[in-house]
């Protein structure tokens, strides 16, 4: 009898599904119950594969083994590979890297630095718990051994190369033209009525890039070569999330400003160097220090004044316009420092906001979407001398430096703000050992890790870092200080594994797990005061030299490939963000008694 059933050997494609038809007085073969397992393991992989993808499809974490050389830890996670095999470890696996390279790509040991190495997992099924079963051998009886169960199980491989990746498949229309991105989000149904895919072989989900460097320590990179499946819900809140970037995408296309350069050095004011780097510097008076970007915008304060710069992402070549920051405190002139958006509304903080009693900070919100509430908000009565300002999806993060009695007793404050309701508390912050020869005391840059917000502060010699977070009763959850060993810090940046912090002379980057003892630097007698992250390398302003550095974020090393110089003289560069497509640069410089803002919009 032909054997219908559905076959589980990867490759093997069945034309149909049937399930056991059970009746009373039926006899069942070993097929039968091979076939009732099979039915279900295949349907279930068909779903997973179609319905999932395939990569991690949560935790996998893989993290550096503390003290030991060329060892990984890898966390307890999910993941799904292309033919939809379920791979679940739930324990947590210690590997040693140079066991798992195959002989084949197998290097010289210990490895030549620096060295890279890519580790994968993979479905593997194992048969467990030998049993003796009766045999007949010519009349003759005797005992043969076969497994009680097969384990659904896993292994690591490492490699020394980067396995490729299955190219996915063009989007096409009925006319076979390739579909962008917009048309895609318009009508999905072109995609969705594309034939199924086929089945895949069993292939190796890639896990995470290892860097050995060459002081022989690893660093461990776990977003840039993960494979990753996505959920629906998470699938979702990233298309959510993309969609009006994607439009705004589209429509830049056709915007033949963005590709014909030429055309820029028509606009009065603006140097545009080779379609990369677009330059505004006929602001006069102006002094730019922190920008911040809320989708459609790019938005800088200038220290200098009560409004703020605006600038319209996709054409910064028209006059750029200030726009009044309303409500200005009594107490202050209401100049701008710190800027951040909390997906409604641009806070701004008045550092200069204070009164004799110390408690009349001031921050100032614009509702920048067109929801018809109410389009300002200010909120008063905070700590005095409000500055650096993040915002963490939930609450805004300032920082104050108060005079407290007397002019040389300062206090340093960290408040929380809830934007939804106007209300705040406030925390003193103990930063010892502050320098005193420091001309702005107090938390220097903050950032947000996505766990804890980071505030970086002066000291006698070196760099304080401290990082907070939010405790179970609301109250932040303060930290220790943790000196990084070098002076003057300019700026903080994470990038989404590592803090970095520029200061006078060099870079230093900080493994967030273990601060104390995983500290990388990059030396030099060159003062960096600027930072950011585009997702693959980080951006370093140093002014001294007037241009912007590409750092490898894995070795933390300057690679020297890309360099832009910003060709000024009198330079000073206050602040660098990223807005998915550009580097926005906020800087001012002085010559001749006159001062001048400078924004420079470079394309990455």
């Given amino acids: 009898m032909q054997d219908n059933a559905n076959k589980s050997q990867p490759g093997d494609q069945a034309t149909f599904f049937e399930r056991i038809n059970y009746y009373f007085g039926k006899m069942m073969l070993v097929r039968d119950f091979k076939a009732e397992q099979s039915y279900h393991n295949e349907k279930r992989w068909l779903t997973n594969r179609l319905g999932f993808g395939w990569g991690t499809l949560c935790g996998l974490e893989v993290q550096v083994k503390e003290k030991s050389e060329l060892s990984v830890i890898v966390q307890p996670g999910l993941a799904l590979d292309n033919y939809g095999h379920e791979i679940w470890i739930t324990e947590e696996q210690s590997l040693n890297l140079e066991k798992l390279v195959p002989e084949k790509e197998a290097a010289a040991s210990p490895p030549e630095s620096p060295t890279e190495y890519y580790l994968t997992v993979m479905y593997f099924e194992c048969k467990v718990e030998p049993s003796p079963i009766p045999i007949e051998d010519c009349g003759k009886f005797d005992q043969d051994c076969e497994h009680n169960r097969i384990r659904e199980h896993f292994k690591f491989q490492v490699h020394l190369q980067p396995i490729e990746k299955p190219e996915p498949a063009a989007i096409k229309d009925a006319n076979e033209c390739l579909i962008d991105a917009y ?15 086929t089945r895949n072989e069993c292939d190796e989900i890639p896990l995470a890039r290892i860097y050995y460097d060459e002081k022989g320590e690893l660093t461990v990179d776990n977003a840039n070569y993960r494979q990753m499946a996505f959920n629906t819900n998470m699938l979702f809140d990233y298309i959510d999330a993309l969609k009006e970037e994607v439009w705004k995408f589209h429509e830049t296309r056709y915007d033949r400003r963005r590709s014909i350069p030429i055309l820029a050095q028509t606009v009065r004011g603006i140097d545009f160097q080779d379609g990369k780097l677009a330059t505004i510097d006929q602001i006069n008076d102006a002094h730019f220090v922190r920008a911040a970007f809320d989708g459609k915008s790019v938005w800088f304060t200038d220290c200098n004044s009560s409004e703020l710069m605006r600038i319209d992402q996709d054409d910064p070549l028209h006059n750029p316009g200030y726009r009044p920051c309303p409500e200005k405190p009594a107490e202050s002139n209401g100049n701008n420092w710190g800027i951040a958006f909390d997906g409604k509304y641009m806070w701004v ?49 300032i920082s104050h430096t108060c005079q407290d009695g007397s002019p040389s007793e300062l206090s340093h404050y960290l408040s929380r703000v809830n934007p939804r309701d106007c209300s705040f508390e406030s925390y003193e912050l103990e930063l010892d050992n502050l320098d005193p020869q420091s001309s702005d005391p107090g938390i220097k840059a903050m950032t947000f890790d996505g766990q804890f917000i980071w505030g970086v502060y002066d000291t006698p010699n070196m760099t304080g870092l401290i990082g907070f ?71 370093a302003a140093e002014p001294s030299n007037r241009v912007l550095n590409q750092v490898n974020r894995m070795n933390a090393k300057e690679t020297g490939d890309v360099q832009i110089s910003l060709q000024r003289t009198g330079y000073a560069i206050s602040k660098m963000i990223f807005d998915g497509r550009f580097l926005w640069v906020a800087a001012h410089e002085e010559n001749n008694n006159v001062k001048k803002g400078i924004i420079h919009r470079v394309l990455v």
Avoid: M
């Fill in 349 to 397: 903080t008045h550092h200069e906001s204070a009164s004799a009693n110390g408690d009349d900070g001031a921050i100032t919100g614009i509702n920048v979407c067109d929801t018809g509430d109410k389009q300002q908000l200010s909120i008063k009565g905070l700590k005095s001398n409000p500055k650096e300002i993040v915002y963490d999806g939930e609450f805004l993060w």
């Fill in 469 to 539: 977070k939010k405790n179970e009763n609301g109250e932040p959850d303060v930290g220790r200080p943790i000196f990084s060993g070098h002076n003057r810090p300019g700026d903080l940046a994470f990038d989404g594994s590592h803090l970095w912090i520029a200061h006078e002379d060099g870079l230093t980057r900080i493994d967030i797990q273990h601060p104390g003892d995983n500290i990388k630097t990059n030396d030099t007698t060159d003062t960096y005061t600027a930072l950011c992250c585009d997702g693959d390398y980080i951006w």
């Fill in 183 to 197: 048309r895609l989000l318009k009508n999905p149904a072109v995609r969705i009525t594309e034939s199924c895919s």
